[in-house]
C-alpha cells in the first residue's frame, strides 16, 4: 500500500508482477510480460495484465483490463494537478490484441478488440467549462472495426445531450495522428448555448486570447435533433438536419427549424482555416413573421431596415458569405450576397419608421399605412455594407409606384420614387382645363410622373420632389393644347364659310386661311395678328363677290 500524509485515502493491496526480458543484447529482442497487476481503494478493485514484443520492428501489444474506480477517490489517494475534483463511476473490462503494422497500414481487421467502459454520475466543473457538467451514463463497446458510443447522456445548466454512434478510426487517430471519424446520432430536449459558453469570463492580462477553431483532426457527421434550441434571444423550435465535421470547417446540410412563427432552412459552411474564419450560407425563409424576425437578426436588420415596420409574414431565400468575428457572429461589414422575398398578409406601421412617417407628411395624396405591400416581390443585392434594391411597383388605390435605390449597413440611404398620379389629384386647376378639351384629347391625359427622392439616413431622413414642377408642366402643356383646339375650331369654321368651287379650290383656300393665321415662315410682313385677321376678311369678301 501507499499513502501520502496530506490526503484522506490509500491505494491497497498492491501486485505487481511483471518481467522486462533481453536475452541478445538486441533492442527489438526485448520482451515485457505484465502477469498482474492489482489494486484496490476502499472497496473498488481494479487489475490488469498482458504483454508487449518485437518492440522495434512490429511492436505486438496484448493487454487486458477489469474493474471499477471511483473517480472522485483519485484527488483522494494521489496529488494529481486538477483544479477541480472527478466524481463518477468508471467500470472497465476490455481486451486488446494488436501490432503497430496493422495500425500504421489501416488493417484494423487485424486489431482484435472486445469489453466496454461505462462511465456513470460523472461530474466536471472548471475553468474549461460554463457550467457544470453532468454525464449520467455513457458506455463505449470496443470491436475490430469500430468504438461504438452506446450512451452518452449528459446534462449542463438547462441543456440536455444524448449522444449515440461510432468512431471509426480511433486507433489511427490514437497512434498515427490520422483523422477521428464517426457518425453519431445527437438528441436534444433543450439546447441553451449560453450553457457551453462562460459569458461571464473574463481576462486579467492583455494578451490576445486565442480564437476559436475547429478542430482539424475531426471527420465526424453528426444527425442532430433538437426539440428547442436557445441562441441568444432566439428560440428555434424542432430543430433537425445534418452537421458534418472536417477540414476544420463544418458544414450544414439541410438542417431546419420553426422559428418567428414559420420556419427556416440552412445549408452552408463555416470554416476556421486561416487567419480569419469565414462562412457561407443558403437560407430558405417560409412565413416568418417579418417584424420579429428583421427586428431581432442583426444581419437581417441591416440588410433591411424598414421591414420592422411591416406587420405579417413573408417568403424569402438569402444567399449570404462573409467573415465572422471571434465570438462566430457575422462580420457585417465583410457580407455579400442577396435577399429575395414576397410578403404575405402585411400592414404597415409607419410610425415605426421616421422615413415613411416623413413620406406621408410630404405626399398629400399618399397614406402610407394604407399601403398594398400583399404578394409584393423584392430583391436586394448587398456588398461592401451597401444594399441595392431593384425596382419594386407597389400601388396605392389608383397611383401606381415604384421605388428603387440604395441603403448602407451604417443607416445612409438614397432611394428614387416614382409615382404615377392620376390628374385628378393635381387640383382644380388642372381638372377644369383638362374639362374643356375635346373627349378625345382628355383621354389621353390620365396621370403624369411624379419624381421623388428619399436621402440622408433611416435616423435623419430627408424628401425632396419635383410635384410643383411636374404640375406647373402639365397646366402649361394643357393651356398650349387648348389654345391650339380653339384655333383648329376657329380654321374649320371659316373654312366652312367660305367654301370653294371645287375640291381644288377649298384645299387651295384652306392653305391660305392656315397660312395667314398660323404664319407664312416665307412671309415675314405678316408678323401681327392685326395684319392675319385683316388679310383673312378681306379673303372673305373677295370670296363672296365673286
Given at each position: 500500500m501507499f499513502k501520502y500524509e496530506s490526503l484522506p485515502k490509500s491505494v491497497q493491496k498492491i501486485n505487481i508482477d511483471t518481467r522486462i526480458i533481453n536475452k541478445t543484447g538486441n533492442v527489438n529482442d526485448t520482451y515485457i510480460n505484465l502477469n498482474k497487476l492489482t489494486f484496490k481503494i476502499d472497496n473498488d478493485v481494479f487489475a490488469a495484465n498482458g504483454n508487449v514484443k518485437d518492440i522495434t520492428t512490429n511492436a505486438k501489444i496484448n493487454m487486458a483490463a477489469k474493474g471499477t474506480i471511483n473517480l472522485a477517490n483519485i484527488g483522494k489517494v494521489y496529488p494529481a494537478p486538477v483544479k477541480q475534483q472527478l466524481a463518477g463511476i468508471l467500470t472497465a473490462d476490455i481486451t486488446t490484441n494488436f501490432d503497430m503494422n496493422s495500425v500504421e497500414k489501416g488493417n484494423y481487421q487485424n486489431i482484435q478488440n472486445a469489453g466496454q467502459i461505462k462511465v456513470t454520475d460523472f461530474k466536471y466543473d472548471g475553468e474549461e467549462v460554463a457550467k457544470p457538467f453532468y454525464i449520467k451514463k455513457t458506455a463505449i463497446t470496443f470491436n475490430t472495426n469500430t468504438i461504438t458510443l452506446n450512451d452518452f447522456d449528459a446534462k449542463t445548466g438547462d441543456s440536455d445531450?444524448?449522444?449515440?454512434?461510432?468512431?471509426?478510426?480511433?486507433?489511427?487517430?490514437?497512434?498515427?495522428?490520422?483523422?477521428?471519424?464517426?457518425?453519431?446520432?445527437?438528441?436534444?430536449?433543450?439546447?441553451?448555448?449560453?450553457?457551453?459558453?462562460?459569458?461571464?469570463?473574463?481576462?486579467?492580462?492583455?494578451?490576445?486570447?486565442?480564437?476559436?477553431?475547429?478542430?482539424?483532426?475531426?471527420?465526424?457527421?453528426?444527425?442532430?435533433?433538437?426539440?428547442?434550441?436557445?441562441?441568444?434571444?432566439?428560440?428555434?423550435?424542432?430543430?433537425?438536419?445534418?452537421?458534418?465535421?472536417?477540414?476544420e470547417t463544418v458544414n450544414l446540410q439541410n438542417l431546419k427549424s420553426d422559428v418567428f412563427g414559420g420556419n427556416i432552412g440552412f445549408s452552408g459552411n463555416v470554416s476556421t482555416k486561416g487567419d480569419t474564419s469565414k462562412f457561407s450560407m443558403d437560407l430558405n425563409l417560409k412565413e416568418l413573421n417579418i417584424a420579429d424576425s428583421f427586428g431581432t437578426l442583426e444581419m437581417l436588420k441591416a440588410i433591411a431596415p424598414i421591414a420592422k415596420t411591416i406587420d405579417g409574414k413573408m417568403n424569402s431565400t438569402i444567399n449570404v458569405s462573409g467573415n465572422l468575428n471571434d465570438d462566430f457572429t457575422?462580420?457585417?461589414?465583410?457580407?455579400?450576397?442577396?435577399?429575395?422575398?414576397?410578403?404575405?398578409?402585411?400592414?404597415?406601421?409607419?410610425?415605426?419608421?421616421?422615413?415613411?412617417?416623413?413620406?406621408?407628411?410630404?405626399?398629400?395624396?399618399?397614406?402610407?399605412?394604407?399601403?398594398?405591400?400583399?404578394?409584393?416581390?423584392?430583391?436586394?443585392?448587398?456588398?461592401?455594407?451597401?444594399?441595392?434594391?431593384?425596382?419594386?411597383?407597389?400601388?396605392?388605390?389608383?397611383?401606381?409606384?415604384?421605388?428603387?435605390?440604395?441603403?448602407?449597413?451604417?443607416?445612409?440611404?438614397?432611394?428614387?420614387?416614382?409615382?404615377?398620379?392620376?390628374?385628378?389629384?393635381?387640383?382644380?386647376?388642372?381638372?377644369?382645363?383638362?374639362?374643356?378639351?375635346?373627349?378625345?384629347?382628355?383621354?389621353?391625359?390620365?396621370?403624369?410622373?411624379?419624381?421623388?427622392?428619399?436621402?440622408?439616413?433611416?435616423?435623419?431622413?430627408?424628401?425632396?420632389?419635383?410635384?410643383?414642377?411636374?404640375?406647373?408642366?402639365?397646366?402649361?402643356?394643357?393651356?398650349?393644347?387648348?389654345?391650339?383646339?380653339?384655333?383648329?375650331?376657329?380654321?374649320d369654321k371659316l373654312i366652312n364659310l367660305i367654301g370653294g368651287d371645287t375640291k381644288k379650290d377649298s384645299t387651295k383656300t384652306k392653305d391660305k386661311i392656315v397660312n395667314l393665321m398660323t404664319g407664312d415662315k416665307k412671309d415675314s410682313t405678316k408678323t401681327t395678328h392685326a395684319d392675319k385677321v385683316k388679310d383673312v376678311i378681306n379673303l372673305f369678301k373677295k370670296k363672296k363677290n365673286n
Open positions: 445531450i444524448s449522444i449515440k454512434g461510432n468512431l471509426d478510426n480511433f486507433y489511427g487517430f490514437v497512434f498515427k495522428d490520422q483523422e477521428l471519424k464517426g457518425n453519431f446520432n445527437l438528441n436534444s430536449t433543450t439546447f441553451k448555448v449560453s450553457d457551453f459558453i462562460d459569458t461571464n469570463a473574463t481576462t486579467e492580462t492583455t494578451e490576445p486570447t486565442e480564437k476559436l477553431k475547429i478542430p482539424s483532426f475531426l471527420n465526424c457527421t453528426f444527425n442532430a435533433n433538437a426539440a428547442t434550441v436557445v441562441y441568444d434571444n432566439i428560440t428555434l423550435k424542432n430543430v433537425s438536419g445534418a452537421i458534418l465535421i472536417k477540414d457575422p462580420n457585417l461589414k465583410t457580407i455579400s450576397g442577396n435577399l429575395l422575398g414576397q410578403l404575405l398578409n402585411t400592414k404597415i406601421n409607419a410610425s415605426n419608421s421616421k422615413a415613411l412617417s416623413l413620406l406621408g407628411d410630404k405626399v398629400a395624396f399618399l397614406d402610407v399605412n394604407k399601403l398594398n405591400l400583399d404578394k409584393i416581390t423584392g430583391y436586394f443585392s448587398f456588398d461592401n455594407g451597401t444594399v441595392t434594391v431593384k425596382p419594386i411597383p407597389l400601388k396605392y388605390k389608383d397611383i401606381g409606384i415604384e421605388i428603387a435605390g440604395k441603403h448602407g449597413f451604417d443607416n445612409t440611404m438614397n432611394y428614387d420614387i416614382v409615382f404615377d398620379v392620376p390628374v385628378k389629384y393635381l387640383g382644380t386647376e388642372v381638372t377644369n382645363l383638362i374639362a374643356k378639351l375635346s373627349p378625345k384629347d382628355a383621354e389621353k391625359i390620365t396621370s403624369i410622373p411624379v419624381k421623388a427622392n428619399l436621402n440622408g439616413s433611416f435616423t435623419a431622413p430627408g424628401f425632396t420632389t419635383n410635384i410643383k414642377d411636374a404640375t406647373s408642366s402639365l397646366i402649361k402643356n394643357l393651356v398650349e393644347q387648348q389654345k391650339q383646339s380653339l384655333l383648329n375650331t376657329g380654321k
